[in-house]
Protein backbone atom coordinates (compact mmCIF):
# COMPACT_ATOMS: atom_id res chain seq x y z
CA UNK A 1 0.00 0.00 0.00
CA UNK A 2 1.48 3.52 -0.83
CA UNK A 3 2.29 5.43 2.26
CA UNK A 4 0.78 8.85 2.74
CA UNK A 5 3.04 11.56 3.27
CA UNK A 6 1.33 13.16 6.48
CA UNK A 7 4.75 15.36 6.39
CA UNK A 8 3.77 17.07 3.40
CA UNK A 9 1.62 20.42 5.07
CA UNK A 10 1.15 22.16 1.25
CA UNK A 11 -2.27 21.92 1.79
CA UNK A 12 -2.53 23.17 4.87
CA UNK A 13 -0.88 26.45 3.51
CA UNK A 14 -2.60 26.73 0.73
CA UNK A 15 -5.92 26.53 2.92
CA UNK A 16 -4.57 29.12 5.62
CA UNK A 17 -3.10 31.53 2.64
CA UNK A 18 -4.80 35.04 2.36
CA UNK A 19 -6.92 34.96 5.26
CA UNK A 20 -8.64 38.22 5.94
CA UNK A 21 -11.14 37.34 9.01
CA UNK A 22 -13.59 34.60 10.36
CA UNK A 23 -17.11 34.41 11.29
CA UNK A 24 -17.30 35.18 15.24
CA UNK A 25 -18.97 32.82 16.62
CA UNK A 26 -18.90 30.51 13.63
CA UNK A 27 -22.91 29.94 13.96
CA UNK A 28 -25.73 31.20 11.62
CA UNK A 29 -29.33 31.24 12.32
CA UNK A 30 -32.97 31.97 10.63
CA UNK A 31 -35.64 34.38 11.33
CA UNK A 32 -36.57 32.21 14.25
CA UNK A 33 -33.62 31.86 15.82
CA UNK A 34 -32.79 28.60 14.85
CA UNK A 35 -29.40 27.44 14.29
CA UNK A 36 -29.08 26.70 10.23
CA UNK A 37 -25.06 26.24 10.56
CA UNK A 38 -22.38 26.04 13.17
CA UNK A 39 -18.72 25.36 12.03
CA UNK A 40 -17.81 25.71 15.79
CA UNK A 41 -18.86 22.60 16.41
CA UNK A 42 -16.12 21.35 14.52
CA UNK A 43 -13.48 22.99 16.78
CA UNK A 44 -12.77 18.76 17.89
CA UNK A 45 -10.71 18.23 15.25
CA UNK A 46 -8.14 21.30 16.70
CA UNK A 47 -7.45 18.48 19.03
CA UNK A 48 -5.71 15.07 18.61
CA UNK A 49 -7.17 12.40 16.21
CA UNK A 50 -8.69 9.96 18.21
CA UNK A 51 -8.64 6.07 17.32
CA UNK A 52 -12.69 6.89 15.50
CA UNK A 53 -11.43 8.52 12.88
CA UNK A 54 -9.30 7.32 9.75
CA UNK A 55 -5.92 9.49 10.04
CA UNK A 56 -6.57 10.63 6.47
CA UNK A 57 -10.25 11.85 6.77
CA UNK A 58 -9.34 13.68 10.13
CA UNK A 59 -6.50 15.43 8.26
CA UNK A 60 -9.05 16.21 5.12
CA UNK A 61 -11.75 17.31 8.28
CA UNK A 62 -9.35 19.87 9.34
CA UNK A 63 -8.60 21.17 6.07
CA UNK A 64 -12.62 21.34 5.46
CA UNK A 65 -13.13 22.99 8.91
CA UNK A 66 -10.91 26.22 8.07
CA UNK A 67 -13.36 29.11 8.03
CA UNK A 68 -13.30 32.20 6.84
CA UNK A 69 -13.01 35.17 4.40
CA UNK A 70 -9.78 34.51 2.19
CA UNK A 71 -7.85 36.60 -0.50
CA UNK A 72 -6.91 34.04 -3.25
CA UNK A 73 -5.67 37.17 -6.03
CA UNK A 74 -6.37 40.75 -6.26
CA UNK A 75 -10.10 41.50 -6.38
CA UNK A 76 -11.10 38.22 -5.58
CA UNK A 77 -12.15 36.68 -2.56
CA UNK A 78 -13.74 33.69 -1.04
CA UNK A 79 -15.69 32.88 2.13
CA UNK A 80 -15.01 29.02 3.22
CA UNK A 81 -16.57 26.73 5.73
CA UNK A 82 -19.89 28.64 6.28
CA UNK A 83 -21.59 25.97 4.04
CA UNK A 84 -20.71 23.07 2.04
CA UNK A 85 -19.65 24.73 -0.22
CA UNK A 86 -17.35 27.87 -0.89
CA UNK A 87 -19.06 30.84 -1.72
CA UNK A 88 -16.66 32.75 -4.71
CA UNK A 89 -16.68 37.30 -5.02
CA UNK A 90 -15.35 38.34 -7.32
CA UNK A 91 -14.70 42.59 -7.28
CA UNK A 92 -15.75 44.84 -10.20
CA UNK A 93 -16.13 48.11 -11.23
CA UNK A 94 -19.06 48.76 -9.24
CA UNK A 95 -19.64 46.33 -7.05
CA UNK A 96 -19.19 42.69 -6.72
CA UNK A 97 -19.90 39.20 -8.29
CA UNK A 98 -21.14 36.00 -6.48
CA UNK A 99 -20.21 32.94 -7.68
CA UNK A 100 -21.95 29.78 -6.34
CA UNK A 101 -24.03 31.12 -3.22
CA UNK A 102 -24.23 28.33 -0.52
CA UNK A 103 -27.20 26.29 0.16
CA UNK A 104 -29.29 28.35 2.33
CA UNK A 105 -30.22 31.80 2.10
CA UNK A 106 -29.48 32.44 5.99
CA UNK A 107 -25.68 31.32 5.24
CA UNK A 108 -25.67 33.24 2.14
CA UNK A 109 -26.25 36.42 3.33
CA UNK A 110 -24.07 35.98 6.24
CA UNK A 111 -21.10 35.03 4.15
CA UNK A 112 -21.56 37.81 2.22
CA UNK A 113 -22.05 40.05 5.19
CA UNK A 114 -18.28 38.62 6.22
CA UNK A 115 -17.02 40.25 3.04
CA UNK A 116 -18.54 43.42 3.44
CA UNK A 117 -17.47 43.55 7.07
CA UNK A 118 -14.20 43.51 5.02
CA UNK A 119 -14.28 45.26 2.16
CA UNK A 120 -17.20 47.52 2.19
CA UNK A 121 -20.67 47.83 1.36
CA UNK A 122 -20.51 46.80 -2.13
CA UNK A 123 -23.26 45.90 -4.02
CA UNK A 124 -23.72 42.51 -5.57
CA UNK A 125 -23.69 43.41 -9.46
CA UNK A 126 -23.85 39.92 -10.34
CA UNK A 127 -24.63 36.35 -10.02
CA UNK A 128 -22.99 33.08 -11.17
CA UNK A 129 -24.16 29.57 -10.63
CA UNK A 130 -20.96 26.92 -11.67
CA UNK A 131 -23.61 24.06 -11.74
CA UNK A 132 -27.23 22.65 -11.18
CA UNK A 133 -26.30 21.11 -7.48
CA UNK A 134 -28.42 22.82 -4.59
CA UNK A 135 -25.11 24.04 -2.65
CA UNK A 136 -24.65 26.34 -5.44
CA UNK A 137 -27.26 27.74 -6.27
CA UNK A 138 -30.33 27.59 -2.85
CA UNK A 139 -29.08 30.88 -1.27
CA UNK A 140 -29.36 33.22 -3.85
CA UNK A 141 -31.89 34.42 -2.29
CA UNK A 142 -29.01 35.57 0.12
CA UNK A 143 -27.35 38.00 -1.34
CA UNK A 144 -29.80 39.90 -4.00
CA UNK A 145 -33.29 40.44 -4.14
CA UNK A 146 -35.15 39.24 -7.73
CA UNK A 147 -37.76 42.10 -6.79
CA UNK A 148 -35.15 45.10 -6.68
CA UNK A 149 -31.81 44.08 -7.83
CA UNK A 150 -31.78 44.15 -11.71
CA UNK A 151 -28.19 41.90 -12.20
CA UNK A 152 -27.49 39.58 -14.42
CA UNK A 153 -27.88 36.33 -13.30
CA UNK A 154 -25.33 33.40 -15.54
CA UNK A 155 -25.53 29.59 -15.41
CA UNK A 156 -24.77 27.11 -18.46
CA UNK A 157 -27.39 26.10 -20.84
CA UNK A 158 -29.79 23.31 -19.31
CA UNK A 159 -28.95 24.63 -15.63
CA UNK A 160 -32.64 25.30 -14.56
CA UNK A 161 -34.35 22.21 -16.07
CA UNK A 162 -31.54 20.06 -14.31
CA UNK A 163 -31.64 21.68 -10.89
CA UNK A 164 -34.79 21.40 -10.41
CA UNK A 165 -35.58 17.93 -11.72
CA UNK A 166 -32.87 15.87 -9.82
CA UNK A 167 -34.18 17.51 -6.54
CA UNK A 168 -37.93 17.10 -6.97
CA UNK A 169 -39.05 13.94 -9.26
CA UNK A 170 -36.88 11.24 -6.92
CA UNK A 171 -36.27 14.08 -4.11
CA UNK A 172 -38.15 11.61 -0.76
CA UNK A 173 -36.14 9.15 -1.48
CA UNK A 174 -32.94 11.02 -2.54
CA UNK A 175 -33.45 13.27 0.89
CA UNK A 176 -33.69 10.01 3.10
CA UNK A 177 -30.51 8.46 1.66
CA UNK A 178 -28.94 11.84 1.95
CA UNK A 179 -29.77 11.72 5.45
CA UNK A 180 -27.58 8.54 5.70
CA UNK A 181 -24.42 9.94 3.59
CA UNK A 182 -24.36 13.19 5.17
CA UNK A 183 -24.95 12.30 8.88
CA UNK A 184 -27.20 14.44 9.60
CA UNK A 185 -28.79 12.83 12.63
CA UNK A 186 -25.45 11.70 14.11
CA UNK A 187 -24.46 15.09 15.50
CA UNK A 188 -20.68 16.60 15.24
CA UNK A 189 -17.72 15.00 17.01
CA UNK A 190 -15.27 12.50 16.98
CA UNK A 191 -18.47 9.51 17.36
CA UNK A 192 -20.17 11.56 14.59
CA UNK A 193 -19.27 13.42 11.59
CA UNK A 194 -16.18 14.82 11.13
CA UNK A 195 -16.74 15.99 7.38
CA UNK A 196 -18.30 15.32 4.51
CA UNK A 197 -14.72 15.03 2.61
CA UNK A 198 -16.18 17.60 0.09
CA UNK A 199 -17.13 20.61 2.66
CA UNK A 200 -17.54 20.56 6.32
CA UNK A 201 -21.39 19.42 6.26
CA UNK A 202 -24.86 20.79 5.16
CA UNK A 203 -26.50 23.76 6.05
CA UNK A 204 -30.25 23.09 7.17
CA UNK A 205 -31.21 27.01 6.10
CA UNK A 206 -34.09 28.13 3.80
CA UNK A 207 -32.75 27.10 0.20
CA UNK A 208 -34.28 29.02 -2.87
CA UNK A 209 -33.85 29.60 -6.64
CA UNK A 210 -34.00 32.92 -8.37
CA UNK A 211 -33.87 31.74 -12.37
CA UNK A 212 -30.76 32.80 -14.48
CA UNK A 213 -30.98 35.22 -16.86
CA UNK A 214 -28.20 34.41 -19.08
CA UNK A 215 -27.49 31.21 -20.33
CA UNK A 216 -23.87 30.13 -21.23
CA UNK A 217 -24.23 27.54 -24.05
CA UNK A 218 -20.66 27.15 -25.42
CA UNK A 219 -17.31 26.81 -24.93
CA UNK A 220 -15.32 30.23 -25.81
CA UNK A 221 -18.49 32.33 -24.75
CA UNK A 222 -17.15 35.50 -23.45
CA UNK A 223 -19.01 38.02 -21.18
CA UNK A 224 -18.59 41.07 -19.16
CA UNK A 225 -20.39 41.79 -15.73
CA UNK A 226 -19.37 44.61 -14.06
CA UNK A 227 -16.57 45.28 -16.57
CA UNK A 228 -15.00 41.95 -15.77
CA UNK A 229 -14.17 39.58 -18.65
CA UNK A 230 -15.49 35.72 -17.93
CA UNK A 231 -14.46 33.17 -20.76
CA UNK A 232 -16.43 30.16 -20.24
CA UNK A 233 -16.00 26.58 -21.22
CA UNK A 234 -19.04 24.25 -20.73
CA UNK A 235 -18.67 20.84 -19.33
CA UNK A 236 -22.20 19.21 -19.44
CA UNK A 237 -22.48 15.37 -18.32
CA UNK A 238 -19.65 15.73 -15.58
CA UNK A 239 -19.90 16.17 -11.40
CA UNK A 240 -23.02 17.73 -12.74
CA UNK A 241 -25.91 17.37 -15.85
CA UNK A 242 -25.08 21.44 -16.61
CA UNK A 243 -21.29 22.97 -15.38
CA UNK A 244 -19.04 25.42 -16.37
CA UNK A 245 -16.21 26.53 -15.74
CA UNK A 246 -14.35 30.02 -16.65
CA UNK A 247 -11.24 31.71 -17.04
CA UNK A 248 -10.98 35.30 -15.81
CA UNK A 249 -8.35 36.37 -18.24
CA UNK A 250 -7.49 39.80 -16.98
CA UNK A 251 -7.08 37.86 -13.22
CA UNK A 252 -5.51 35.52 -14.49
CA UNK A 253 -7.51 33.03 -12.47
CA UNK A 254 -9.37 29.69 -13.59
CA UNK A 255 -12.58 28.90 -11.47
CA UNK A 256 -13.05 24.47 -11.81
CA UNK A 257 -16.34 24.43 -10.57
CA UNK A 258 -16.65 21.04 -8.97
CA UNK A 259 -15.02 19.30 -11.77
CA UNK A 260 -11.71 19.37 -9.98
CA UNK A 261 -11.74 19.86 -6.23
CA UNK A 262 -9.15 18.08 -3.38
CA UNK A 263 -10.51 14.77 -3.29
CA UNK A 264 -12.00 11.89 -5.76
CA UNK A 265 -15.55 13.11 -6.21
CA UNK A 266 -18.67 10.67 -7.02
CA UNK A 267 -19.29 9.12 -10.51
CA UNK A 268 -22.58 8.11 -8.55
CA UNK A 269 -23.57 9.66 -5.45
CA UNK A 270 -24.44 7.60 -2.33
CA UNK A 271 -27.93 9.90 -2.18
CA UNK A 272 -28.53 8.97 -5.67
CA UNK A 273 -28.25 10.48 -9.17
CA UNK A 274 -27.85 10.16 -12.73
CA UNK A 275 -24.99 8.30 -13.20
CA UNK A 276 -22.00 10.61 -14.11
CA UNK A 277 -19.62 10.12 -17.22
CA UNK A 278 -16.06 9.51 -16.33
CA UNK A 279 -14.71 9.59 -19.44
CA UNK A 280 -15.98 12.73 -20.48
CA UNK A 281 -15.38 14.10 -17.62
CA UNK A 282 -11.50 13.31 -18.12
CA UNK A 283 -11.81 14.54 -21.48
CA UNK A 284 -13.14 18.12 -20.20
CA UNK A 285 -10.54 18.45 -17.53
CA UNK A 286 -7.55 17.50 -20.33
CA UNK A 287 -9.60 20.15 -22.51
CA UNK A 288 -9.52 22.71 -19.91
CA UNK A 289 -5.64 22.06 -19.53
CA UNK A 290 -5.19 23.12 -22.87
CA UNK A 291 -7.60 25.95 -22.90
CA UNK A 292 -6.29 27.81 -19.62
CA UNK A 293 -2.87 26.37 -18.16
CA UNK A 294 -1.43 28.88 -20.09
CA UNK A 295 -3.38 31.90 -18.98
CA UNK A 296 -3.85 31.11 -15.06
CA UNK A 297 -1.85 31.95 -12.01
CA UNK A 298 -4.40 30.49 -9.57
CA UNK A 299 -6.75 27.87 -9.61
CA UNK A 300 -10.12 27.95 -7.25
CA UNK A 301 -13.31 25.68 -7.05
CA UNK A 302 -16.42 25.41 -5.27
CA UNK A 303 -15.26 23.40 -3.07
CA UNK A 304 -12.17 23.12 -0.83
CA UNK A 305 -8.36 25.85 -1.15
CA UNK A 306 -7.30 26.94 -4.29
CA UNK A 307 -3.94 26.16 -6.20
CA UNK A 308 -1.27 29.08 -6.79
CA UNK A 309 1.31 28.69 -9.81
CA UNK A 310 1.21 27.23 -13.39
CA UNK A 311 3.13 23.88 -13.07
CA UNK A 312 0.92 23.15 -9.80
CA UNK A 313 -2.20 23.80 -11.93
CA UNK A 314 -1.17 21.58 -14.26
CA UNK A 315 0.05 19.07 -12.17
CA UNK A 316 -2.97 19.27 -10.10
CA UNK A 317 -5.67 19.21 -12.87
CA UNK A 318 -3.56 16.39 -14.78
CA UNK A 319 -3.82 14.15 -11.77
CA UNK A 320 -7.50 14.81 -11.47
CA UNK A 321 -7.66 14.15 -15.03
CA UNK A 322 -6.16 10.63 -15.05
CA UNK A 323 -7.91 9.89 -11.81
CA UNK A 324 -11.24 9.78 -14.20
CA UNK A 325 -9.86 8.45 -17.40
CA UNK A 326 -8.20 5.39 -14.99
CA UNK A 327 -11.08 4.93 -13.40
CA UNK A 328 -13.47 4.48 -16.54
CA UNK A 329 -10.66 2.84 -19.18
CA UNK A 330 -9.94 -0.14 -16.81
CA UNK A 331 -13.69 -0.64 -15.52
CA UNK A 332 -14.46 -1.33 -19.61
CA UNK A 333 -11.21 -3.29 -20.01
CA UNK A 334 -12.33 -5.80 -16.88
CA UNK A 335 -15.82 -5.95 -17.69
CA UNK A 336 -15.04 -6.67 -20.88
CA UNK A 337 -13.14 -9.49 -19.91
CA UNK A 338 -16.27 -10.40 -18.15
CA UNK A 339 -15.99 -9.00 -14.37
CA UNK A 340 -19.16 -7.48 -12.39
CA UNK A 341 -19.21 -4.44 -10.63
CA UNK A 342 -18.56 -6.01 -7.37
CA UNK A 343 -15.24 -8.00 -8.91
CA UNK A 344 -13.99 -4.88 -10.58
CA UNK A 345 -13.92 -2.82 -7.41
CA UNK A 346 -12.40 -5.23 -5.40
CA UNK A 347 -9.41 -5.78 -8.05
CA UNK A 348 -8.88 -2.24 -8.90
CA UNK A 349 -6.35 -0.30 -7.79
CA UNK A 350 -4.76 2.97 -8.56
CA UNK A 351 -1.70 3.65 -9.32
CA UNK A 352 1.13 4.77 -7.22
CA UNK A 353 1.48 8.13 -8.95
CA UNK A 354 -2.48 8.63 -8.16
CA UNK A 355 -3.21 6.15 -5.06
CA UNK A 356 -0.25 8.52 -3.42
CA UNK A 357 -1.52 11.87 -3.85
CA UNK A 358 -3.49 13.84 -1.23
CA UNK A 359 -6.45 15.54 -4.06
CA UNK A 360 -7.45 11.98 -5.86
CA UNK A 361 -8.41 10.22 -2.37
CA UNK A 362 -11.50 8.96 -1.49
CA UNK A 363 -12.87 10.95 0.84
CA UNK A 364 -16.18 11.98 -1.12
CA UNK A 365 -16.39 9.56 -4.01
CA UNK A 366 -15.29 6.42 -3.65
CA UNK A 367 -12.89 3.85 -6.19
CA UNK A 368 -15.14 0.92 -4.80
CA UNK A 369 -18.76 2.80 -5.56
CA UNK A 370 -17.13 4.72 -8.41
CA UNK A 371 -15.87 1.71 -10.42
CA UNK A 372 -19.44 0.04 -9.51
CA UNK A 373 -21.46 2.81 -11.27
CA UNK A 374 -19.44 3.17 -14.02
CA UNK A 375 -20.30 -0.50 -14.62
CA UNK A 376 -23.78 0.80 -13.71
CA UNK A 377 -23.57 3.34 -16.74
CA UNK A 378 -22.83 0.52 -19.69
CA UNK A 379 -24.19 -2.53 -18.30
CA UNK A 380 -27.03 -1.83 -16.24
CA UNK A 381 -27.97 -3.68 -12.76
CA UNK A 382 -28.15 -7.28 -14.29
CA UNK A 383 -24.46 -8.68 -13.61
CA UNK A 384 -25.28 -11.66 -16.78
CA UNK A 385 -25.84 -14.22 -14.30
CA UNK A 386 -29.11 -15.91 -14.92
CA UNK A 387 -29.63 -16.50 -11.35
CA UNK A 388 -29.92 -13.08 -10.48
CA UNK A 389 -32.58 -12.01 -12.53
CA UNK A 390 -35.65 -12.89 -10.36
CA UNK A 391 -33.70 -13.37 -7.17
CA UNK A 392 -36.38 -13.28 -3.69
CA UNK A 393 -36.84 -9.36 -2.08
CA UNK A 394 -34.24 -8.84 0.67
CA UNK A 395 -36.45 -9.74 3.42
CA UNK A 396 -37.81 -13.29 1.36
CA UNK A 397 -33.92 -14.02 0.16
CA UNK A 398 -32.93 -12.93 4.08
CA UNK A 399 -35.06 -15.88 6.03
CA UNK A 400 -33.91 -18.50 3.73
CA UNK A 401 -30.43 -17.63 4.01
CA UNK A 402 -31.09 -17.66 7.75
CA UNK A 403 -32.54 -21.27 7.74
CA UNK A 404 -29.93 -22.67 5.47
CA UNK A 405 -27.02 -21.77 7.89
CA UNK A 406 -29.39 -23.34 10.66
CA UNK A 407 -31.37 -20.45 12.41
CA UNK A 408 -30.61 -17.10 14.07
CA UNK A 409 -28.36 -18.48 17.02
CA UNK A 410 -26.15 -20.03 14.56
CA UNK A 411 -25.79 -17.16 12.12
CA UNK A 412 -25.00 -14.63 14.89
CA UNK A 413 -22.66 -17.04 16.42
CA UNK A 414 -20.80 -17.02 12.81
CA UNK A 415 -20.88 -13.38 12.73
CA UNK A 416 -19.05 -12.71 15.75
CA UNK A 417 -17.14 -15.43 14.70
CA UNK A 418 -16.32 -13.38 11.37
CA UNK A 419 -16.46 -9.74 13.22
CA UNK A 420 -13.89 -10.95 16.14
CA UNK A 421 -11.49 -12.58 13.30
CA UNK A 422 -11.46 -9.07 11.40
CA UNK A 423 -13.37 -9.67 8.49
CA UNK A 424 -16.00 -7.11 9.29
CA UNK A 425 -17.07 -7.15 5.88
CA UNK A 426 -18.81 -10.40 5.62
CA UNK A 427 -19.99 -9.98 9.36
CA UNK A 428 -21.98 -6.97 7.91
CA UNK A 429 -23.62 -9.58 5.26
CA UNK A 430 -24.47 -12.19 7.26
CA UNK A 431 -26.18 -9.68 9.75
CA UNK A 432 -28.49 -7.92 7.61
CA UNK A 433 -29.82 -11.57 6.62
CA UNK A 434 -30.41 -11.78 10.07
CA UNK A 435 -31.83 -8.52 10.73
CA UNK A 436 -33.89 -8.65 7.78
CA UNK A 437 -35.00 -12.41 8.71
CA UNK A 438 -36.19 -11.42 12.40
CA UNK A 439 -36.36 -7.62 12.63
CA UNK A 440 -37.02 -7.78 16.45
CA UNK A 441 -34.10 -9.80 16.97
CA UNK A 442 -32.62 -7.20 19.37
CA UNK A 443 -29.08 -9.20 19.48
CA UNK A 444 -28.90 -9.48 16.19
CA UNK A 445 -29.58 -5.60 15.15
CA UNK A 446 -27.19 -4.62 18.22
CA UNK A 447 -24.36 -6.92 16.74
CA UNK A 448 -24.81 -5.78 13.29
CA UNK A 449 -24.90 -1.93 14.69
CA UNK A 450 -21.39 -2.91 16.40
CA UNK A 451 -19.99 -3.99 13.13
CA UNK A 452 -21.57 -1.22 11.49
CA UNK A 453 -19.74 1.24 13.99
CA UNK A 454 -16.51 -0.66 13.73
CA UNK A 455 -16.63 -0.41 10.12
CA UNK A 456 -17.65 3.81 10.04
CA UNK A 457 -14.67 4.54 12.42
CA UNK A 458 -12.25 2.48 10.40
CA UNK A 459 -13.67 4.53 6.62
CA UNK A 460 -11.39 7.12 5.24
CA UNK A 461 -14.58 7.58 2.92
CA UNK A 462 -16.65 10.82 5.09
CA UNK A 463 -19.49 9.80 3.40
CA UNK A 464 -18.83 6.12 4.08
CA UNK A 465 -18.70 6.49 7.79
CA UNK A 466 -21.74 8.88 8.10
CA UNK A 467 -23.44 5.94 6.37
CA UNK A 468 -22.07 3.51 8.38
CA UNK A 469 -22.93 5.40 11.68
CA UNK A 470 -26.30 6.38 10.96
CA UNK A 471 -27.17 3.09 10.25
CA UNK A 472 -25.74 1.79 13.89
CA UNK A 473 -27.47 4.65 15.29
CA UNK A 474 -30.80 3.69 13.35
CA UNK A 475 -30.36 -0.36 14.64
CA UNK A 476 -30.24 1.03 18.44
CA UNK A 477 -32.40 3.69 18.40
CA UNK A 478 -35.03 3.73 15.51
CA UNK A 479 -35.38 5.86 12.29
CA UNK A 480 -35.59 9.56 13.24
CA UNK A 481 -38.53 11.04 11.38
CA UNK A 482 -38.03 13.54 8.25
CA UNK A 483 -40.65 16.33 7.51
CA UNK A 484 -40.37 16.95 3.86
CA UNK A 485 -41.64 20.30 3.96
CA UNK A 486 -42.90 22.53 1.03
CA UNK A 487 -39.91 23.49 -1.70
CA UNK A 488 -39.42 26.75 -3.39
CA UNK A 489 -37.62 24.19 -6.03
CA UNK A 490 -41.68 23.63 -6.66
CA UNK A 491 -42.18 26.90 -8.12
CA UNK A 492 -39.82 26.51 -11.03
CA UNK A 493 -41.06 23.40 -12.18
CA UNK A 494 -43.18 23.42 -15.46
CA UNK A 495 -46.28 22.65 -15.98
CA UNK A 496 -45.48 19.29 -17.56
CA UNK A 497 -42.85 18.49 -14.84
CA UNK A 498 -45.87 19.74 -11.90
CA UNK A 499 -47.52 16.82 -13.43
CA UNK A 500 -45.03 14.61 -13.66
CA UNK A 501 -44.87 15.12 -10.17
CA UNK A 502 -48.43 13.97 -9.83
CA UNK A 503 -47.76 10.84 -12.37
CA UNK A 504 -44.85 9.40 -9.86
CA UNK A 505 -47.21 9.94 -7.09
CA UNK A 506 -50.22 7.68 -8.60
CA UNK A 507 -51.09 4.06 -6.84
CA UNK A 508 -51.47 2.29 -9.61
CA UNK A 509 -53.67 -0.73 -9.14
CA UNK A 510 -56.02 1.24 -6.95
CA UNK A 511 -56.15 3.68 -9.94
CA UNK A 512 -56.64 0.99 -12.44
CA UNK A 513 -60.01 1.06 -12.68
CA UNK A 514 -60.76 4.86 -12.25
CA UNK A 515 -60.25 6.66 -15.81
CA UNK A 516 -60.72 10.63 -15.70
CA UNK A 517 -60.19 13.44 -17.63
CA UNK A 518 -59.15 16.78 -17.00
CA UNK A 519 -58.56 20.13 -19.06
CA UNK A 520 -56.11 22.57 -17.76
CA UNK A 521 -56.12 26.63 -18.83
CA UNK A 522 -53.82 28.60 -17.17
CA UNK A 523 -54.36 32.21 -18.10
CA UNK A 524 -51.15 33.64 -17.00
CA UNK A 525 -49.02 31.27 -19.36
CA UNK A 526 -51.36 31.07 -21.95
CA UNK A 527 -51.48 27.42 -22.17
CA UNK A 528 -53.56 24.72 -22.66
CA UNK A 529 -53.46 20.70 -21.56
CA UNK A 530 -55.17 17.60 -21.10
CA UNK A 531 -54.56 15.13 -18.20
CA UNK A 532 -56.00 11.52 -18.23
CA UNK A 533 -56.09 8.88 -15.73
CA UNK A 534 -56.11 5.52 -18.11
CA UNK A 535 -55.14 2.23 -16.76
CA UNK A 536 -53.49 3.27 -13.70
CA UNK A 537 -51.15 6.16 -15.44
CA UNK A 538 -51.77 9.50 -15.29
CA UNK A 539 -50.51 11.16 -18.71
CA UNK A 540 -50.91 14.46 -19.56
CA UNK A 541 -49.96 17.05 -22.87
CA UNK A 542 -50.19 20.33 -24.17
CA UNK A 543 -53.12 21.39 -26.42
CA UNK A 544 -54.60 23.73 -28.34
CA UNK A 545 -57.58 24.42 -26.04
CA UNK A 546 -59.23 21.39 -27.43
CA UNK A 547 -57.87 18.25 -25.90
CA UNK A 548 -59.92 15.73 -28.14
CA UNK A 549 -63.42 14.86 -26.80
CA UNK A 550 -65.32 16.16 -23.92
CA UNK A 551 -63.59 16.44 -20.86
CA UNK A 552 -64.96 15.29 -17.36
CA UNK A 553 -63.70 18.80 -15.34
CA UNK A 554 -62.26 21.93 -16.84
CA UNK A 555 -60.57 23.76 -14.74
CA UNK A 556 -59.17 28.21 -15.90
CA UNK A 557 -56.44 28.96 -13.50
CA UNK A 558 -52.88 30.12 -12.89
CA UNK A 559 -49.45 28.06 -12.09
CA UNK A 560 -49.28 29.42 -8.59
CA UNK A 561 -52.75 28.44 -8.33
CA UNK A 562 -52.03 24.80 -9.57
CA UNK A 563 -49.02 25.01 -6.75
CA UNK A 564 -51.91 25.56 -3.79
CA UNK A 565 -54.03 22.88 -5.53
CA UNK A 566 -51.11 20.65 -5.56
CA UNK A 567 -50.61 21.38 -2.22
CA UNK A 568 -53.73 21.26 -0.36
CA UNK A 569 -56.13 19.87 -2.70
CA UNK A 570 -58.94 22.63 -2.40
CA UNK A 571 -60.79 23.77 -5.83
CA UNK A 572 -63.60 25.53 -4.45
CA UNK A 573 -62.02 29.16 -4.90
CA UNK A 574 -61.03 27.88 -8.90
CA UNK A 575 -62.73 28.72 -11.95
CA UNK A 576 -64.13 25.50 -13.50
CA UNK A 577 -66.87 23.62 -15.16
CA UNK A 578 -67.87 20.03 -15.33
CA UNK A 579 -68.06 17.49 -12.02
CA UNK A 580 -65.49 18.44 -9.38
CA UNK A 581 -65.68 15.08 -7.98
CA UNK A 582 -63.54 13.94 -10.26
CA UNK A 583 -60.61 15.69 -8.66
CA UNK A 584 -61.66 14.47 -5.57
CA UNK A 585 -61.19 10.73 -7.35
CA UNK A 586 -57.43 12.09 -8.65
CA UNK A 587 -56.54 13.29 -5.22
CA UNK A 588 -57.59 9.56 -3.48
CA UNK A 589 -55.39 7.89 -5.77
CA UNK A 590 -52.39 9.66 -4.75
CA UNK A 591 -49.93 8.39 -2.41
CA UNK A 592 -47.75 10.30 -0.03
CA UNK A 593 -43.80 10.13 -0.28
CA UNK A 594 -42.63 8.60 2.72
CA UNK A 595 -38.93 10.21 3.80
CA UNK A 596 -38.55 8.19 6.71
CA UNK A 597 -38.75 4.83 5.41
CA UNK A 598 -36.56 1.69 6.48
CA UNK A 599 -33.33 1.12 5.44
CA UNK A 600 -31.31 -0.99 7.38
CA UNK A 601 -34.27 -3.02 8.81
CA UNK A 602 -37.03 -4.40 6.41
Same mark, same amino acid.
Given at each position: ???????????????????????????????????????????????????????????????????????????????????????????????????????????????????????????????????????????????????????????????????????????????????????????????????????????????????????????????????????????????????????????????????????????????????????????????????????????????????????????????????????????????????????????? $? %?? &? !?? =?? @?????? #????? *?????????????????????????????????????????????????????????????????????????????????????? $? %?? &? !?? =?? @?????? #????? *?????????????????????????????????????????????????????????????????????????????????????????????? @????????????????????????????????????
Amino acid at each position: MTELRYEDKTDFENADRGFVGKLTPGVVRDAQGHVVWDIDAFSFLEGERPDSVHPSLWRQSQLCAKQGLYEIAEGIYQVRALDLSNMTLIEGDRGVIVVDPLISTETAAAALALYREHRGERPVTGLIYTHSHLDHFGGAPGVIDPEKDDVPILAPEGFLEHSVVENVYAGPAMLRRGMYYSGANLGTGPDGVVSMGLGPTVSVGTPGLIPPTVDISRTGQEEVVDGVRFLFQMTPGTEAPSELNFLLPDRRALCMAENATHNMHNILTLRGAVVRDARIWSRYLNEAIQLFADRADMLFASHHWPTWGREKIVGFLSEQRDLYAYMHDQTLRLLNQGLTGPEIAEEM $R %LP &E !GL =EG @AWNTRG #YYGSL *SHNVKAIYQRYLGWYDGNPSSLWEHPPAESAKRYVDTIGGIDAVLAKARAYADAGDLRFAAQLLRHAVFAEPSNSAAKELLASVYQ $R %LG &E !GA =EN @ATWRNC #YLTGA *SELRDGVVKTELGSSSLAAMLTVTQLFDTVAIRVNGPKAARTPLVIDWTFTDLGENYRTQLSNGAFVHWPTQGDGGGEADLSFELTKPQLLGLL @ANGNADDLDHSGDLGVLGKLLSVLDDPDPSFAIVTP
